[in-house]
């Protein structure tokens, strides 16, 4: 049972453009939920999370919206960068559910000058 | 400050060995989980241990299990491994919930 889902594997933005990355769960107790950027040979690096009682935060570049009614939250990076290259995880969890985060399984973003 | 450490990096183990995985947490982070990620899948969580006790556990066989030492470092052992335990194997420690979680770069290990 598959409680976050990232259907798209792959995107691929220009340069300078706004890259939206989608995921949506099934479980309605999620109330926290985080994106993490992952490069090849590295670690998940955190990158920006909301709680269920928002439905926006902001930083940077990075801009997550969450919508509870359609269980549907993004992510977007606006002006994307080269940089930015790299498989991105949608993860979600419980109050009190320390550490344990159930992930999706990834959309590779692919940023071409 | 160092962030989490993982040991080793690779690993290379043929089927019905056991094998042993390190981690050691950010300084004072008392809590540690160890997830499974599987080429193509998102990290899978397995264990979740804090103040040396365990706290959760993932639908994962008995095969698999942890333990926290005073320190707050890990292991994690996995006994008759299956082809099937070819993964990534990610150590994360935080303070104790789900804000701030840090992922080690993990362990890949190949089971032949």
């Known amino acids: 049972d598959q409680q976050v889902k990232q259907n798209s594997p792959s995107l691929s933005v220009q340069e300078g453009r706004i890259s939206i990355l989608n995921c949506d769960y099934t479980n309605s107790m999620f109330d926290y939920f985080l994106w993490y950027k992952k490069y090849p040979a590295e670690g998940p690096t955190f990158l920006i999370s909301i709680s269920s009682i928002k439905d926006k935060n902001e930083d940077g570049r990075f801009t997550v919206f969450l919508n509870k009614s359609a269980k549907h939250l993004s992510l977007h990076i606006v002006p994307s960068q080269p940089g930015d290259s790299a498989v991105y995880f949608c993860a979600a969890s419980f109050s009190g559910g320390y550490n344990k985060l159930i992930f999706g399984a990834g959309t590779r973003l692919a940023v071409h000058p | 400050d160092a962030g989490v450490t993982q040991s080793p990096t690779h690993l290379i183990k043929t089927r019905g060995q056991q094998v042993t995985l390190r981690c050691s947490p950010i300084s004072g982070h008392k809590s540690v989980s160890w997830y499974q990620q599987v080429l193509g899948q998102g990290p899978q969580f397995i264990f979740q241990?804090?103040?040396?006790?365990?706290?959760g556990r993932g639908n994962f066989p008995d095969r698999f299990s942890a333990r926290q030492f005073p320190n707050y470092s890990s292991e994690l052992n996995v006994n008759a491994l299956l082809l099937g335990d070819s993964a990534l194997y990610l150590c994360?420690?935080?303070?104790?919930?789900?804000?701030?979680?840090?992922f080690g770069a993990g362990t890949r290990l190949s089971v032949l």
């Open positions: 994360a420690s935080s303070l104790g919930g789900t804000k701030g979680v840090y």
């Open positions: 241990y804090y103040e040396k006790e365990e706290r």
